[in-house]
């Protein structure tokens, strides 16, 4: 039985209060091929660089199950699978379960919830070398991605709807400080993800937002390769898979060419050390 103090933890993290006891083995021992999956994989991503739309499509194709953020505390306590879970392996085996698809299984978590996730769990057991699949997710334009991160924080609205009716233009506009606010989180969390995979020495396909959304077909069969399951296509373009799509915001690009000319040499020293570490 977990102590009070890593209970706490855990329903701090997100986790479902009943889920009281903690083991970081109890995941790695989980057979993912008895869950019917021969190859999970994990995309680290740095928020607001394209991860939903990449894996609603990745959903649609039903090539490699569907790879949500499963250990976002904002979402995990409504999962069904969280709800019959006693524990956070007991979770995962749910999760192997009933999101998968042709054998595979994947899940996608920016660096916070990452090493939060380190603390209760043995990823390197539950993820082992050779048998799991990394991917890494991030956006060259950091202010623009900032921009995204700012307005998405302040509102509450983070993604629409392909089916839902076209909004009007927003009209939100982030300061200053908030903006640099998120490009500090966006070059810690960017660092922080590169020196995981550098200690841990996984090797982890680089994707980007811009390259998403320029050559869609093209990353989804760079996907297919690594997971060993061909190309990820079908007649229809990739674009229009997705269930998500871009908020207007009235002057947004405008807004970000000032920022950028403002704080030209904020944003270099900012960010240098994490592009730097990345490449």
Wanted: proline share 4%.
């Amino acid at each position: 039985m977990g102590s009070q103090v890593d209970r706490d933890a855990l329903v701090r993290s997100g986790f479902p209060a009943h889920w009281e006891t903690i083991d970081r083995a109890d995941a790695g021992r989980f057979n993912w091929q008895s869950a019917g999956v021969d190859l999970p994989y994990v995309i680290l991503i740095t928020g607001r660089c394209g991860s939903t739309h990449l894996a609603s499509m990745l959903a649609a194709s039903g090539a490699c199950g569907e790879p949500m953020e499963y250990f976002n505390e904002m979402y995990l306590p409504g999962l069904p699978e969280a709800a019959s879970a006693g524990s956070v392996g007991e979770y995962i085996g749910h999760l192997a379960r009933s999101r998968s698809s042709n054998r595979r299984f994947g899940m996608k978590i920016d660096h916070w919830r990452w090493e939060r996730l380190r603390a209760f769990v043995d990823v390197e057991m539950l993820f082992p070398h050779g048998r799991s699949a990394f991917f890494l997710m991030t956006r060259d334009d950091m202010v623009v991605q900032a921009y995204s991160f700012a307005t998405a924080r302040a509102t509450g609205i983070w993604h629409e709807h392909a089916g839902a009716p076209v909004s009007s233009e927003r009209s939100y506009a982030p300061s200053d400080a908030e903006l640099l606010r998120e490009l500090t989180l966006i070059a810690l969390g960017e660092t922080g993800l590169a020196r995981y995979l550098e200690q841990s020495k996984r090797p982890a396909l680089r994707l980007t937002y811009e390259n998403l959304m320029s050559d869609p077909e093209g990353v989804l069969r760079q996907i297919g390769q690594a997971l060993a399951v061909g190309p990820i296509t079908r007649d229809v373009p990739a674009s229009t898979r997705s269930n998500v799509r871009r908020i207007s915001y009235a002057r947004r690009d405008e807004r970000i060419m000032d920022f950028k000319t403002r704080f030209a040499s904020e944003i270099v020293s900012g960010t240098a050390s994490a592009r730097l570490s990345v490449r």
